[in-house]
């Protein structure tokens, strides 16, 4: 799986990228010309103790890894985890993730409102 490593990518997905929220985690994307598509996740220690991060992570990695072929073009994501997504199951990112990548194309579905849960 590609993912985003360096900070100065993360940091051109948080401000150039389109910003989606829903009640589990933010999706910041950001279209790119590369050949395939990228995952940067930011999950706070605020959350959670380790075993709770790390879980939100793996979680995170599956959901992208079973869904990124749903994307229409290459983007570079980065999911920011809310308090919320501690203890929600794997079909909830699930449920939370499709809406958001199927809707990427349609300009009404990006700016920041909310998608249904």
């Known amino acids: 799986?590609?993912?985003?490593?360096?900070?100065?990518?993360?940091q051109r997905v948080f401000e150039q990228g389109e910003k989606l929220v829903g009640s589990l985690f933010i999706l910041y994307v950001l279209p790119t010309s590369e050949p395939y598509s990228r995952l940067g996740m930011a999950v706070s220690k605020r959350i959670g103790n380790?075993?709770?991060?790390?879980?939100?992570?793996?979680?995170?990695?599956?959901?992208?890894?079973?869904?990124?072929?749903?994307?229409?073009?290459?983007c570079d994501l980065v999911c920011v985890a809310r308090r919320e997504a501690a203890g929600a199951p794997l079909a909830l990112y699930t449920q939370q993730f499709?809406?958001?990548?199927?809707?990427?194309?349609?300009?009404?579905?990006?700016?920041?409102?909310?998608?249904?849960?």
């Open 98 to 117: 499709l809406p958001a990548v199927t809707a990427l194309p349609a300009p009404e579905a990006i700016g920041g409102e909310e998608w249904s849960q």
């Open 50 to 74: 380790a075993v709770v991060r790390n879980r939100i992570k793996r979680y995170l990695r599956e959901t992208f890894r079973r869904h990124k072929a749903f994307l229409l073009s290459s």
């Open 1 to 10: 799986m590609e993912r985003l490593r360096c900070p100065r990518a993360y």
